[in-house]
Structures are given as structure tokens and as C-alpha cells.
């Protein structure tokens, strides 16, 4: 992963909390023929007796389960706002341009949990993404009969996360003149482009603290 001491977070917490506000993952293993593979997941992520977890689920009989299944070392790739930046809203226009972006890349060991471990996650899940507590999506308040034969379909699992590695590119190397100039264009583009403004907005007084015109 690209690694450069001034794409990095502040601190944990800022990762964590990135990793909570980009829960649909993609998750990648390696199949018993050593072919990749990978599938798109959402999560809850969980801090327990000091050790970070991911707990999600996926449908049986796929290559992917196969895969978890058979080797449980995966890859989990979150991913945020992200844009092209022209070297053009450069204070010298002459040099390459680039994109911004922020991931966060959590390497860790899964494996599968029973049916009640996959009945608890469903009811967490849902009661984490529904916008009301008396939801009547809520896995508690749907049919017993249907839900157990959804969980046939089903299992889930829990990656202890063992490294985490981060890149939140997002100019700061650039000088202060540049760095506005690139949110300036920015805030005039698409939503995805205005989403990354307003990171660098907020971000602003952590690349330039006491208003520095050049970047930590």
C-alpha cells in the first residue's frame, strides 16, 4: 500500500472512526487453486479485550465462502471519497497530476460462526442500520419461520483483525495557496469531487496548523 508519512492519519482513532463511516467493505482471500477472490460485505466493527473485530456474513456455496473457508488470512479494503486532481490547480501547473483518496486496508484471520453466533449478528445488523428502533425490518419482528430459512442460505463469520494500513491522500503536499486552490475546483465538480472538499476543508487546519503556508 502507498506509504508516505503525510498520507497518514493523526491517530487511531481518526482510522477507527473512518472504518465505522465506511462499513461496506470488500473483502478479499484466496481460493485453494490460489486465484483471488473477493466480495462486497457490510460490517460492524467491534473493539473487544483490546482486539479490533469485523463481523459480517455471506451466502453459502459461493467461491468466495469456499475460499474463507479454505484459507482464512483475508483482506479487508475500505474505501471513501475519492477524485481526480489536475495538476493544473497546482501553484506550479508544470508537475503531475494526481487523485485523492482515502482506504483503509485491515488484514486479519476469519472463520465462521455457528447459528446462534449467525442470529445474534443479523439482529445487531439490523438494529445498527435501521433508522428505527421499532423497525419492522428488525430481524426480531419478522416471521421466526422465514428467518430460519434465510439462515440456511447464509453464515457468518468474524475477522480478528491482526494489521491495519492507511492511506488518506488528500494533498498534503501541497503548498497552502495550492491546497485551497484544489478545493476551490473541487467544490465545483461532481458530488463525489465537492465530498472530497469538504474532507480537505475539514482536514485544513491539520495540514496547516498557526496557518502555516507550507504543510507539516
Known sequence: MY??????????????????????IILCGISAAGQPVASHIPVLIEERDGHLYL????????????????????LAIFSGAHSYVSASWYTDPKTASTWNYQAVHAHGSLRFLDDDGLFDFLSRLTRHFEAREDSPSLVHQLDETYVRNMMKAITAFEIEVTEIKHVFKMSQNRNEAGYDNIISHLQKGSAEDMRVAEIMSKRKEKVFPNGDAEPI
Not at 463481523?55 to 483475508?74: C, E, I, Y
Open 3 to 24: 506509504d508516505l508519512p503525510h498520507f497518514k492519519a493523526v491517530d487511531n482513532a481518526e482510522v477507527l472512526a473512518f472504518m465505522k463511516a465506511h462499513p461496506f
Open 55 to 74: 463481523l459480517g456474513h455471506t451466502m453459502k456455496k459461493q467461491d468466495h465462502t469456499r475460499a474463507f473457508q479454505n484459507n482464512p488470512s483475508v
